[in-house]
């Protein structure tokens, strides 16, 4: 077993520690590793649609082509979900796969739906062309918010999954809790049943949280009431990280959309919370500032209450887009980050984020975006 392999070497090394829930995980990850590479000629015919799928592009019939089951990892924060997952896509020797952040792929639906607004099927067209690409689909972080992606959802995993494409993704939740107390979630619970026939589920949680195992060498957030201390240290900071010629006040184009910041060098930026979280910003944004900047500065984040919902969101998908790609995060707060989020709707999720911002701390972290 490839995986295992790995697996062993990787706990021989110090890199991780042995978990039970986590070989459940690489047993299963081994079976869609397995599938995937079983020459195709090899593969079951249904004995039900076995000349049609012969022939079908012979007679211009559309065939229905069953993917390999692929795989759902859940469990709490930190239970090393998206390790395992990386650590399968990255030594799987196939040529047709991707790997995209639950964000990433987002944006990529709805910037497709653009290029196929006038289609008369555009997710089915959208998974036709995906699948002339991809038999792996690799997903982190998967999570419902909003009913528009919930819709869009159960459309293209339904026509990725006719496809043949593999779905192997992580996710905080089971499925059965998906977008649980969404907007018309009825018309979401057929996606949930697609992916739990279309993927093995697998829980991986023994209660430890290995983010905050990490070793860290020193914080990357200040922590106090005095304003004037916090921004002369976040000062001193920038100046110590920056490359390049520093302007300050200036303003940068984002998605064509022009932002303010405090300061701006070649390799990091630095702006207000309320610019960057409590304006109209997208995860667009938030993913062209992670290309372009090796370091973010963020100031003036206060504490985020009921009143403050968009606000939060916005700020756990800032921490989702710059932990996926590794980018450097400096924050300024009043509060303690434990109490940092007052409000009730958003209490899980800020739990992930708080073990990510631990994570982002580390010197595994950092030296991986510096390396």
Known sequence: ?????????????????????????????????????RPVEQAPMSRSRGLLAMFSKKHNVSAVIEPVRGAYLWGGVGRGKTWLM????A??????????????????????????????????????????????????EFHVMDIVDAMLLHGLLDAMCKHGITVVTTSNRPPDDLYLNGLQRERFLPAIALLKKHTHVV??????????????????????????????????????LATGRVVI???????????????????????DFQTLCETAR?????????????????????????????????FLNLIDELYDRNVQFIFSTTIALENL????????????????????????YQQVRLG
């Open 91 to 140: 030594r799987l020797p196939l040529a047709e796969k991707r790997r995209m952040h639950y964000h990433h792929f987002m944006f990529f639906i709805h910037e497709e739906l653009k290029k196929l607004a006038h289609h008369r099927n555009p997710l089915e067209a959208m998974a036709a062309q995906l699948a002339q690409e991809v038999r792996l689909l690799c997903i982190d």
């Open 249 to 271: 006040g200036h303003d940068i184009e984002v998605q064509g959309r022009i932002l303010p910041t405090h300061r701006v060098a070649e390799n990091i930026v630095w702006f």
């Open 282 to 314: 997208s995860t667009s944004d938030y993913i062209e500032l992670a290309e372009r900047f090796d370091y973010i500065v963020l100031s003036g984040l206060h504490v985020l209450t009921e009143e403050h919902e968009s606000a939060a969101r916005r």
């Open 341 to 364: 989020y007052q409000g009730h709707r958003l209490r899980f999720e800020f739990q992930r984020a708080l073990s990510r911002l631990n994570e982002m701390q580390s010197d595994d």
């Open 203 to 240: 829980e991986l949680d023994n209660h430890i949280d290995y983010r905050m195992l990490k070793h860290v060498s020193h914080d990357s957030f200040l922590e106090d009431d005095d304003a004037v201390l916090v921004e002369h240290e976040l000062e001193k900071c920038f100046a110590e």
């Open 1 to 37: 077993m490839p995986l295992l392999k790995h697996y062993h070497d990787a706990i021989k090394e110090g890199a991780i520690q042995q978990d039970p829930a986590q070989l459940e995980g690489i047993k299963v990850l081994q079976e869609v590793w397995n599938g995937l590479l």
């Open 86 to 89: 990386d650590m399968f896509y």
